[in-house]
DNA sequence: ACGGCATTTTGTAGCGCTACAATTTTTGCA
DNA sequence: TGCAAAAATTGTAGCGCTACAAAATGCCGT
């Protein structure tokens, strides 16, 4: 059994230790290399002997600063977040800061409470990658960056998201340019969805090809179950389909293998987000990468920017998405 | 622009604006029910009126408390951590408790580094879920559960976890009662596996069936597919395989489906984790539930129980799994 | 050996909140 | 109506740390 019984040690209970003042440690805390070698090692030692950690609360509250960013996910099953925290920590832990995640699964406007949650944690900034049913953060105000969505981005945040209408000409362009004439779309509801729809849309356009879109309520496999046995039952000629994220192109594999086509012979089938699904051996999904972890970093860096500077303008600015080239597309036969 | 110039609001604030102590406000923050309706109603709006919101620094610091559970896992991307959190939100968001996540994905023993974070921000108790290389926890010592595995639980922590040994004999006696004989393996090498391999081993055993395993290096879905290619190879009769989770199962399919076989017509396969993967309604893959929703409600209970009593005798509990049937595995040809 | 300067170290005063005992107000009942 | 008990409210003293100015020490040339 440890010594659960004495007390967690303090910055005093080191420098006593050490022989030094409260002040020299905190001193060494922050920035080992400004005081002599002798007292370094006397410290040094002292905090190892004594097994001290540093009180996050009482650093917090004597600076205010906290040296930590908060990131708002709506759902920690939606994978894409993993990127773009990736993308975070790369350009953060080095400098020292500590990523604080917060999810918003559970219900209605959870996101409000999730960001309050991260507010009253005093991080430093924040980022929203969910979207949000109502105007938040009133009251305080921390810099903030929103990725993910374009939607009702509070003022004076920067904006930094995946060049969705982008990526779905991409996805159009790949399969026209497969030879393919007959190209439906799987179409999710959320905003991303809506972006990449309207890719899908301009670029058949601009090839002068008909336009098929199977509309959904959701963005689930079910749902893209349901819009593609509706496409391919309407729209028996279609030999490729976009789906507006790899868990709808999963349904649509099941759609088109219960009536007996085969992918990706009788029919292409793209994806979008690039998602270990996707990358699957067994299902070896052609789709469009968002760049997610670009995302992550440049959030970071416009977070640090507007730390110094809060008074900066608000940015807005998109990443460009990639094709990723995998078995699920073939040239029309 | 919000007014970020403006201090943000301090309880003294409230108390000012309110017309009442201090003590008044921090005590409607513990427990609005406890004051005077009148009083209530004044600060309430005051709170409003300012944005007000808690220190959770200083409240920390104050009362030595954060009403706050760490859980350390390995990575984002092992969704069953996801069950467990849900789990241990059940039982504790009604009391007021926030889970605070950390997971030490980055590298070689950043599991300390991770459990020191979340120690740093005096977390009331700890869930460590995620396998540790080395014994930490050295100093400070938190109520602690260890959920997932079963190697290197800190002296003192409690030990509720899956029973992989039950779920990997469950997995094999459902295809013993399909009537298979030839039952292959696919074994990860992480802990969890040899557990469930042991199961599998004992069952086939007891019904005086062939024990074949392909061993892996890893867990992955190439790992899956490389061990299902010798399987399959050096033991051509074979007709189902149970792999030692989903991701596996899908290096199997690879496999299958590279043969010219159809599951589950010619091999059946069940899987282990009941991974989305495996509910999603194009693989529809049989798999083995290993409840972390049930290990998250039990680690719960059990942290709130040592945190009122630290002295507790440690606990060790394994939470039954249970099969759930889809289309992959059917009787035998 | 000694001023003058740079470097290292220290004391003091909070940060925003809660605990707890002390005080004031309300309530119940003889 | 008066008084004890209960309920509501308040004052005081930190929690463990950092900022900042002040003090102590070291180092240089002459």
Redesign the interface.
């Known amino acids: ?4 019984q004495t007390r ?1 040690p303090t910055l005093y209970d080191v420098a006593t230790q050490a022989g030094v003042s409260p002040s020299l440690v905190s001193l060494f805390l922050k920035d080992p290399g400004r005081i002599s070698e002798k007292r370094r090692e006397a410290v040094q030692k002292a905090i190892h002997d ?9 650093t ?2 004597a600076s205010n600063r ?1 040296k930590s960013i908060g990131l708002v996910i709506d759902d ?2 939606n ?1 894409w ?2 990127d773009l ?1 990736r993308g975070m ?1 790369s350009v953060l ?1 080095d400098l020292g800061y ?1 990523v ?2 917060a999810d918003s699964r ?1 219900g209605a406007n959870r996101i409000k409470e999730a960001t ?2 991260l ?4 991080v430093d900034a924040l980022v929203l990658a969910a979207e949000p049913s109502e105007p938040m ?5 921390v810099p903030t960056v929103v990725a993910g969505w374009r939607k009702g981005v509070p ?2 945040a920067d904006l930094i998201t995946n060049d969705d209408d982008r990526g779905g000409s991409m996805a159009a362009d790949h399969l026209l340019g497969l030879g393919h004439s007959r190209i439906g779309h799987l179409s999710g509801s959320d905003g991303a969805s809506a972006h990449r729809r309207a890719g899908y849309q301009s670029a058949l356009e601009a090839a002068g090809v008909e336009v098929v879109i199977g509309e959904t309520e959701g963005t689930s ?2 749902d893209g ?1 349901g819009a593609a046995c509706w496409l391919l039952d309407h729209h028996p000629g279609t030999t490729a389909i976009f789906a507006a994220n790899d868990t709808m192109a ?2 649509a ?2 759609a088109i ?1 219960a009536r007996g086509l085969s992918v990706p012979n009788d029919i292409s089938v793209i994806g979008y987000d690039n998602s ?2 996707a990358k ?4 070896d999904l052609t789709s469009i990468d968002n760049r997610s972890d670009v995302v992550g970093v440049d959030a970071a860096r416009r977070l640090l920017a507007r730390i110094d500077d ?1 008074a900066l303008e608000p940015e807005r600015k998109l990443i460009e998405p990639r094709l990723v080239l995998r078995g699920t597309t073939s040239a029309v036969h």
Do not use: C, I, Q
């Open positions: 059994m440890k010594n659960a967690r004594l097994g001290y950690r540093p009180s996050r609360a009482a917090t509250l906290t920690y099953r994978l977040f993993v925290l920590e832990s500590h604080m995640l559970p309050d949650g507010l009253a944690m005093h953060l009133a009251g305080t105000w003022t004076g496999e079910e179950y999963l349904g594999f099941a293998k270990p699904l699957s051996r067994f299902l809060p």
